[in-house]
């Protein structure tokens, strides 16, 4: 009992730790799927309005694409924190922040990130 403790204690913490937060689970076959081609990228970030802007570390592939897997029946604002920086890439559909910056726009309607 006291290891199962130990465990979600430590599993708790790292949660804490990385200021990360997670997305909603997603059914097979639902979700949207994001990536960047940012092999150089040390750790990539993703904000969205999904979950009021915590950050979600995004997971890097072997080939250096970085992606994420969200709902698809949702729609929501985003943008990318690559290495420290803020980064928007070519996207159909943005729109300008409150601070003077850009993020793009997914839209269940379009089907596209």
Same mark, same amino acid.
């Given at each position: 009992m006291n290891q199962i403790r130990t465990l979600i204690i430590l599993a708790a913490a790292? #949660?804490?730790? %990385?200021?990360? /937060?997670?997305? /909603? *689970?997603?059914?097979? !076959?639902?979700?949207?799927?994001?990536?960047?081609?940012?092999p150089e990228a040390k750790e990539v970030i993703f904000l969205s309005s999904l979950n009021r802007y915590e950050p979600v570390l995004m997971?890097?592939?072997?080939? !250096?694409? #970085?992606?994420?897997?969200? $709902?698809?029946?949702? *729609?929501?604002?985003?943008?990318? /924190?690559?290495? !420290?920086?803020?980064?928007? $890439?070519e996207c159909r559909l943005q729109q300008t922040d409150d601070w003077g910056g850009c993020q793009c726009i997914y839209? $269940?309607? %379009?089907?596209e990130p």
């Open positions: 790292a #949660w804490i730790i %990385t200021g990360c /937060r997670p997305i /909603r *689970a997603l059914p097979p !076959g639902h979700e949207v799927h994001i990536a960047l081609d940012l997971k890097k592939t072997f080939f !250096g694409i #970085w992606e994420i897997h969200l $709902p698809e029946d949702i *729609a929501f604002e985003y943008f990318f /924190r690559v290495d !420290g920086s803020p980064y928007t $890439p839209s $269940p309607e %379009t089907q």
